[in-house]
């Protein structure tokens, strides 16, 4: 199970930098959502953890690909 507290700040990054670059993968005109990334970096319930991580991304990182699924649908955030 998903523990926040016991990864180090060095995973985190590690973490953080495969997200980045899934997101930079993701091509034009296309989405992605938090909970895809979640899984695909190996932390099925991981999906505020990638919220979080996206919230301070890096210049270049395309932030406005990634999007909430919701029950009913897709839910659209504004990045900065």
Not at 47 to 53: N, S
Not at 68 to 75: D, E, I, R, T, V
Request: some cysteine.
């Amino acid at each position: 199970m998903f523990d926040e507290l016991s990864l180090k700040t060095e995973e985190i990054e590690a973490l953080m930098a495969r997200v980045f670059a899934l997101v930079r993968a993701c091509p034009v005109g296309k989405v992605t959502t938090y909970g895809w990334l979640a899984r695909a970096i190996g932390y099925p319930k991981g999906a505020r953890m990638v919220g979080w991580f996206m919230n301070g991304s890096p210049e270049g990182v395309p932030a406005q690909r990634v999007v909430k699924l919701l029950q009913g649908g897709l839910h659209l955030f504004i990045h900065k």
